[in-house]
């Protein structure tokens, strides 16, 4: 038997077998691809609605409020109504969903091939699929393990991809150089280890917990944020807690033992000994993350092809209808909110002219110098006035009151910077959040909006997002879109009994700029970016720490990146100055010492790809390149710290401590 398989061994490491084993599998997955092709755009019976039956009811959600077009309803209009032009761009969009996918799973599994044939490991990896799927189908044969069969199959070709991946890029790493030599004695003493073994059985475990966890009673678009909400933010604090340990002892324990005494004598040069550590632990980082985002991205397509709520099969609704011309609610939100990259725009609230302030605060000024003249006196009394005004005046802008027997308030808001959104001509998404009545959940604001002309009626309550779908015409041809917002709704004379604001950041357009998967490229390569950080972070630290010490430093430095986005929200109730002028040596010391902070971690705290993925927005260039300054920095100034501690250390004689 040894000797047969010998034999194998040595012809699948053999030119010969691997040229034409290369070829045999760029046929296949080539075929496999022009198979699901014709599958697609076969002819299929469709049933049909019955002439009688009433069409498919417009889109509408939990989350986008229910809304009659008031006096537009009045009015007749040229064309396809706002419901007819949203089922045609999502019956475009869901019509070439497919292709994308087929594409990646193609890509990825020529690539995975070509890795495993170019290794030498061709035959291996059939044999152990083989035996892998055989133990997968008596699985799939008994109905309660037919899920555990699922992830069983797809936990086998993860593994096997991690593995095909850390071989390609120790090879990869081969290369002449002393840099890349120490990268490549990392990536190999975490195989050795354990350590990548070890990490990428707690990946795939996760991954197969967070499927086996997702509810299939919950609509379509809840699962698939659920699961790449906690599949990626899973996958990358596994990741980066075992990238983090792993980068302080592989430099710490070879100072400690004298390893890095042999290195030096060959002789190494510092910076190349770190940079080369710094980037084998970044390959290690991008095996588990190639493998994560893989595995996440290829079952949110098969969640994708699941039956959305409405739909009694994938695409065919409840009433027998075509879910691609006459999408369901479900179905429609996973497709234009979720799987998606949308940028969002802010509104802007009409400024307060400098005329109306100065008679603002000039007018309360001589209110309060009527009541109390010694006030005249006191110069700081009339700062303090501005300061009132000016924040009273921000609050009103996003205030409005309920009528009066004046009429409906009203206020303008405006958005700009939609040009992009007008030229392609996709629908627009209302996003908004309001506030008031004391929070009272039950209380129901009827708002009507007009957008550029065209009434919109609504239904909302406080602390809930909500949203309403308007079309790229809405956009004017500067790019702009102008939006007034009544308390009430005048066309109907229905009004409410409370004033209710939008919060700064709550109301705001959003348009689709980018497709989902390559948002999701933008999104893993953020998080290796991130990582990236994580390992700078620990190397520096463990260049002149002991390896207990090197963690708590390196943890307090990624808690500290975590939490900037906190810390710069908080440092607004500590200012330099009172609201009367007078200086605040509390707010000033809070101020001083969390500043820092804040200018060196920014970019890593602002940057959340993961909320970006399941919120369907779009990571911007400018957001990664931000990333990578910050993480280029610190990868730069952890290099001149260990290079700065290992010329002043006599490394030969270090003894660890």
């Known amino acids: 038997m040894s000797a047969v398989l010998e034999r194998l061994d040595q012809l699948q490491r053999s030119t010969r077998f691997r040229v034409v084993a290369l070829a045999l599998w760029t046929v296949l997955c080539m075929g496999g691809l022009g198979a699901w092709w014709v599958a697609v755009h076969a002819p299929a019976a469709v049933s049909e609605t019955p002439s009688g039956a009433a069409p498919a009811p417009p889109p509408s959600s939990q989350s986008a409020p229910q809304h009659e077009e008031g006096a537009r309803a009045s009015r007749p209009q040229a064309g396809p109504t706002l419901e007819q032009r949203l089922t045609q761009v999502e019956q475009a969009l869901r019509s070439r969903s497919g292709l994308p996918a087929a594409i990646t799973a193609t890509v990825a599994a020529l690539a995975g091939g070509a890795v495993v044939i170019s290794l030498g490991l061709a035959l291996t990896y059939a044999g152990l699929g083989t035996l892998a799927a055989a133990a997968a189908g008596v699985l799939a044969a008994f109905e309660p393990t037919r899920q555990l069969a699922f992830v069983f199959s797809g936990a086998v070709g993860l593994f096997a991809l991690y593995t095909a991946i850390e071989r390609a890029l120790v090879s990869a790493l081969a290369g002449p150089g002393q840099t890349l030599s120490v990268a490549r004695t990392t990536l190999l003493e975490a195989s050795r280890q354990r350590v990548s073994a070890g990490l990428a059985i707690m990946l795939i475990v996760w991954l197969a917990a967070v499927t086996l966890w997702l509810n299939p009673a919950q609509p379509l678009r809840y699962r698939v944020q659920s699961f790449l909400q906690y599949s990626v933010s899973g996958a990358f604090w596994i990741t980066g807690i075992v990238v983090l340990f792993f980068a302080a002892a592989t430099v710490a324990f070879e100072q400690r033992d004298r390893v890095v005494w042999q290195t030096f004598a060959k002789p190494v040069r510092p910076w190349a000994y770190l940079l080369g550590k710094w980037l084998g632990v970044m390959a290690l980082a991008l095996c588990a993350l190639t493998t994560g985002a893989l595995g996440t991205f290829l079952y949110v397509e098969h969640l994708r092809q ?175 879109m102008h939006l007034r917002v009544y308390n009430g709704d005048p066309t109907t004379g229905e009004v409410n009994q409370f004033t209710f604001r939008f919060p700064p950041d709550g109301l705001e357009v959003l348009y689709t700029a980018a497709s989902y998967e390559a948002n999701f490229l933008r999104v893993a390569a953020s998080l290796w970016l991130k990582l990236g950080f994580i390992a700078a972070a620990a190397i520096g630290a463990s260049a002149f720490l002991s390896f207990p010490v090197a963690c708590l430093l390196a943890l307090a430095l990624v808690f500290g990146a975590s939490t900037a986005g906190f810390v710069e929200q908080a440092l607004e109730e500590f200012p330099y100055f009172d609201s009367s002028g007078a200086f605040d040596p509390v707010g000033a010391v809070v101020r001083t010492g969390a500043l820092p902070v804040v200018l060196a971690f920014g970019a890593y705290a602002k940057i959340n790809p993961t909320a970006s993925l399941v919120d369907g927005r779009l990571v911007t260039a400018s957001q990664l390149g931000r990333l990578l300054l910050m993480v280029g920095g610190w990868t730069a100034a952890s290099l001149l710290l260990g290079w700065l501690v290992f010329r002043r250390r006599e490394l030969a004689l270090y003894s660890g401590g």
């Open 306 to 480: 699941q039956p959305a709520l409405g739909e009694v099969a994938p695409f065919v609704n409840e009433d027998g209808s075509d879910g691609l011309t006459h999408p369901s609610t479900d179905r429609l939100i996973l497709e234009s909110q979720v799987l998606t990259a949308r940028v969002g725009i802010k509104a802007k609230p009409p400024e307060v002219p400098p005329q109306a302030f100065k008679q603002a605060v000039a007018q309360r000024l001589e209110e309060e110098y009527s009541r109390d003249p010694s006030l005249r006196d006191d110069p700081s009394f009339a700062q303090e006035v501005e300061q009132q005004i000016r924040q009273e005046l921000k609050t009103q802008r996003w205030s409005i009151p309920p009528a009066s027997e004046f009429g409906f308030a009203y206020r303008d808001f405006r958005f700009e910077g939609l040009a992009r959104a007008r030229e392609l001509g996709l629908p627009l998404t209302l996003q908004y959040t309001i506030n008031g009545a004391g929070d009272d959940p039950s209380v129901i604001f009827t708002i009507l909006f007009v957008v550029n002309g065209s009434p919109v009626r609504a239904k909302a309550t406080v602390n809930t997002l909500q949203t309403i779908p308007l079309r790229a015409q809405a956009v004017g041809e500067d790019g702009a």
